[in-house]
């Protein structure tokens, strides 16, 4: 498993609008974004800044699913000639209007953080790089693939997306959604890099769902629960179990297990206390210890333990 840093300005951009036009798919908003953002631009914006909001949310549904516009500043190289041959001139014009409405203000952000996404992007270059020399990339993918019952990975390597963030207490991640299912996003910006192991459970808490999630687990999930909601909660407790505070966290990255594995203030998940965190950990722990893959049985227990 190899992996790529990518400091993209296009897609930080893109998703510093998303956030504050409170978009809410295929890529989530986050509210912790959001809050220091507007303290920062001098909160209420003015009538021009919050109708180029407006309209970019409008458009980006009025195209949604069928046009993702987060594809083409993530991904092309040319977004905005590449997105003219989709959406037509007329729509260009509008969103190259959002655009350029909010560039000073996103250029305060962007500016201010970037040193930091710099030092991370070094940091992170490094700590990968003696990762895969220890061979210990290796041996945690080989442990994931035989667990989630998933084939190995595509060949070409998962792109790790830094990104902005509102707040410095911690990084957090999401699998890129609606982009090309090897691709993960990781806000960081303001995070010190002493985080550095904790960050690395991150990404390879992304690098699960993105990667190994869909094959079978989430499969099994949707058969058993047939509610979205109950799935994407099981689905991220499970992982949780393993990183970034779960069980390879902690063992492998030297990372502070939790109180319980939704204990984040900003959690929007519902809550589990101490003895639905130990129960999670104590199954999937003993279906490491006998190479046992994710099974019927594994998910009704998940089931009883989160009552869902």
Known sequence: MKF??????????????????????PLHYRKWNIMPWKKELNFPFSSSEATALKKFKKKYYANFPKIYLGRFFFLEKNSWETLKNEVGQEEINILNDVFRIWKNKFFLIYRRDLPN??????????????????????????KLI????????????LKIYLMLCGTSNTASGERGRGLDGKSILIEISRCPTHQINYVIGVIWHEYV?????SYHLRPLLLNFFKNDSKVLFAEEIIVRSLFPTGIFGIKFFKICPPSTLTSSKWETLPKINKKQTKMVIDLTDQYLQKEKKIDTFYVKKIGRILKI
């Open 146 to 157: 035989k667990f989630f019952n998933a084939p190995v990975p595509f060949k070409k390597k």
């Open 209 to 213: 769902h993105c990667c190994l999630a």
């Open 4 to 25: 790529k840093l990518i400091l993209n300005k296009n897609a930080n951009f893109y998703y510093f609008l998303h956030n504050l036009a409170e978009i809410k798919e």
């Open 117 to 142: 996404l710099k030092k991370w992007r070094k940091k992170l270059e490094i700590e990968i790089q003696k990762l895969s020399k220890s061979s210990l990339i290796n041996f945690i993918n080989t």
